[in-house]
């Protein structure tokens, strides 16, 4: 060691490292200084490589965006003019669809009447022959009876007849389409109260009710014995006679059924209406299935 004009001095040695070489590198990177001159050429050929590919790709982007909304507008336009092709064919098949329900129906009407006229012939000769004996007199009475009890027989006398309808779609006071209809809930209500105030027979728009008879809904139609129904609803109550009639009237107008009827008008603006002409018939039911019936021994 020696000392020079400025004071002491410590010569470094040769082969020894500066204590902070090591981190040159990184004070480089944090500085933004690029350690090696390759990179740096390498990152100015990247950028004006970029800058040639985005102005060729400049028009082409630019045009990509108009192309693809006429496409989409395209495919509207072509999607608008085949759902506008396909209305009338739908149409036509709505079309075809309800006439050959009307024409099922008619066949189906048809029948019903063939039917009816047959049942009457067979039991106008079953009468005459059972009016030949004492016994075949009790058996003509029993099985009338019993007739009257399945519906089977067509009846007729002085009636009660309620008129359900749905509720005007129009004015101020129109109610909520939901609230609008005739539901089938109503009809058995109506049905029950009148059995239940003594109704000896019942039948709805001509359809008369058996003790099997379900009333239902299927989508937005009523069922009566699985035929289809329509609005104005009719439901026709026979009576013993003109007193059981007022009697009937009075018990149906006083129960639980007949508030609902007049909750029904009130409330949600169903029309409701009651008459009481002196004679109504009712058609026989349709032909039950005997579901547990079995052939008897022969004596």
Do not use: C, K
Not at 67 to 91: F, H, M, Q, T, Y
Not at 94 to 112: H, K, P
Not at 190 to 214: E, F, Q, S
Request: proline letters at 7%; aromatic letters at 4%; charged letters at 30%.
């Amino acid at each position: 060691m020696t000392e020079g004009p400025e004071g002491p001095e410590e010569r470094e040695r040769p082969g020894r490292r500066r204590p902070d070489a090591s981190m040159s590198l990184l004070a480089d990177l944090i500085a933004g200084r690029v350690a090696d001159p390759g990179y740096a050429a390498a990152a100015a050929r990247r950028a004006a490589a970029g800058e040639q590919g985005a102005a060729r790709r400049g028009p082409l982007a630019r045009a990509g965006v108009p192309l693809a909304l006429i496409l989409v507008g395209l495919l509207i336009a072509v999607a608008g003019a085949e759902v506008r092709r396909s209305e009338p064919v739908a149409a036509e098949r709505r079309s075809r669809l309800i006439e050959e329900i009307r024409l099922r129906t008619a066949g189906t009407d048809d029948l019903q009447r063939r039917v009816d006229a047959l049942r009457d012939e067979t039991q106008r000769r079953r009468a005459a022959a059972l009016a030949r004996s004492a016994a075949g007199e009790r058996a003509r009475q029993g099985l009338a009876a019993a007739a009257d009890a399945a519906a089977a027989a067509a009846v007729s006398g002085p009636a009660l007849v309620l008129t359900l309808d749905d509720a005007p779609r129009e004015g101020a006071r129109a109610p909520r389409p939901e609230e609008a209809r005739v539901y089938d809930q109503d009809l058995q209500v109506l049905v029950n109260g009148l059995w239940a105030a003594g109704a000896t027979a019942i039948g709805v728009n001509g359809r008369r009710l058996t003790p099997t008879t379900a009333i239902r809904t299927a989508g937005e139609a009523i069922l009566v014995d699985y035929r289809p129904l329509s609005a104005p609803y009719e439901i026709t109550a026979l009576a013993a006679g003109r007193d059981a009639r007022a009697r009937l009237r009075a018990a149906f107008e006083g129960s639980e059924a007949g508030r609902r009827a007049r909750l029904l008008h009130d409330r949600y603006g169903i029309r409701y209406g009651v008459r009481a002409p002196d004679r109504a018939e009712l058609p026989a039911g349709g032909t039950p299935r005997p579901r547990y019936a079995r052939e008897g021994e022969r004596p």
